[in-house]
């Protein structure tokens, strides 16, 4: 088990049609505490050095996080603001989790890297009334340092 972070999502731009334009203020999604199994595999050998690889399987738990940002409207040809307000009502749905890594092993310190991906569906109102939802996944790559204790 563990709890993750996801940070805030930068501000994006949702081009509408060819005469408008949405710009969308950075906002916190979701964090997530993901439940999973490892499965991992030591190459063991003559060497202080042990390469591993490693899986992690498991259920993400997703946690709201800002379900309102602001947004604006502008008209692509002359740049004015036609209409702001709040993006709002925004809903997170728990996924799956999954991890793919490789790592040494040296005298209990462990150096490793790995893929990790969390799976989400988002719903909620867009600026414009209409309900919206869709693929909320959050990919990363991630570098672990650490100690092995042995009892």
Known sequence: ?????????????????KNLKVEVEPFKLYD????????KYNFRNDSEI?????????YSFNVN?????????????TGAVLDSGTLKDLKVKNGMYYSVGTGVTYKG?????????????IKGIRYDGAKDSGSANFRRFTVNLGYQFTF
């Open 109 to 121: 310190f462990v150096v490793g890297v790995a893929y990790q991906v969390n799976t989400a569906k």
């Open 50 to 58: 042990t390469p591993y690889v490693k899986a992690d399987l498991g």
């Open 65 to 77: 996080g800002d379900n309102k940002t602001e947004y604006k409207t502008y008209s692509k040809t």
């Open 1 to 17: 088990i563990a709890y993750q972070s996801h940070g805030k999502l930068k501000g994006f731009t949702d081009v509408e049609d």
């Open 32 to 39: 997530s505490v993901p439940l999973y199994a490892t499965v």
